[in-house]
């Protein structure tokens, strides 16, 4: 069981827009920054949004996040058929003194 | 360009012991967090272990706290993670990942490629 809560799977069609939602608590997502990172079949995971809502270098503008209070979302702008892959939402536990994860969103596009 | 090459993966029986390394370059190793984080087949992420710049705090997960030791040589831009007492539930691709920003804020950004870890009879 994952201190953070994610959806198993979420879906959209080509060019919708798609919300990946992440719960957690006052000693994680409410305190600390939230990452989010997506990872294709048989490859590393790859940060997307860093720092609630920064964008590294070369993520594409139809990536953002947002947080409020214990939760967190990335919103997917766009939906193209390279964004099925998984999804994953991260933080800083202060009780646990350690990072933490979601369980993973499996994005499928119809 | 940032590049980090895990190596030491490999098959060992219950109860052994095994070192993971992680040579980095492309950036000044000894400013940043560096972390180390395992998917085991099928599973989710899960983060094993971080330590700071000149490794002066050291975190573990209870999972693995006891059994690994965290470290790095930054004279030598290597992160290592040494593991022993192994279990079946530490079979896992590790990952090396450098924190995204200098300072506290150690969330991971850029990941190695990984390296498997099979622990069987």
């Known amino acids: 069981q994952s201190v953070l809560t994610q959806p198993p799977s979420a879906s959209g069609t080509p060019g919708q827009r798609v919300t990946i939602s992440c719960s957690g608590s006052?000693?994680?997502?409410?305190?600390?920054?939230v990452y989010w990172y997506r990872q294709l079949p048989g490859t590393a995971p790859k940060l997307l949004i860093c720092?609630?809502?920064q964008r590294p270098s070369g993520v594409p503008d139809r990536f953002s996040g947002s947080k409020s209070g214990t939760s967190a979302s990335l919103a997917i702008t766009g939906l193209r058929s390279e964004d099925e892959a998984d999804y994953y939402c991260?933080?800083?536990?202060?009780?646990?003194?350690?990072?933490?994860f979601g369980g993973g969103t499996k994005l499928t596009v119809l | 360009e940032v590049q980090l090459l895990e190596s030491g993966g490999g098959l060992v029986q219950p109860g052994g012991s095994l070192r993971l390394s992680c040579t980095a370059s492309?950036?000044?190793?000894?400013?940043?967090?560096m972390n180390w984080v395992r998917q085991a087949p099928g599973k989710g992420l899960e983060w094993v272990s971080s330590?700071?710049?000149?490794?002066?705090?050291?975190f573990y997960a209870d999972s693995v706290k006891g059994r690994f030791t965290i470290s790095r040589d930054n004279s030598r831009n290597t992160l290592n993670l040494q593991m022993n007492s192994l279990r079946a539930e530490d079979t896992a691709v590790y990952y090396c990942?450098?924190?995204?920003?200098?300072?506290?804020?150690?969330?991971?950004?850029?990941w190695g490629q990984g390296t498997l870890v099979t622990v069987s009879s």
């Open positions: 990942a450098k924190a995204e920003y200098t300072g506290s804020d150690g969330g991971p950004g850029y």
């Open positions: 492309g950036f000044t190793f000894s400013t940043f967090v």
């Open positions: 330590i700071t710049g000149g490794a002066e705090r050291i």
């Open positions: 006052s000693s994680n997502i409410e305190k600390n920054y």
């Open positions: 720092r609630n809502n």
């Open positions: 991260a933080t800083w536990d202060d009780s646990l003194r350690g990072r933490v």
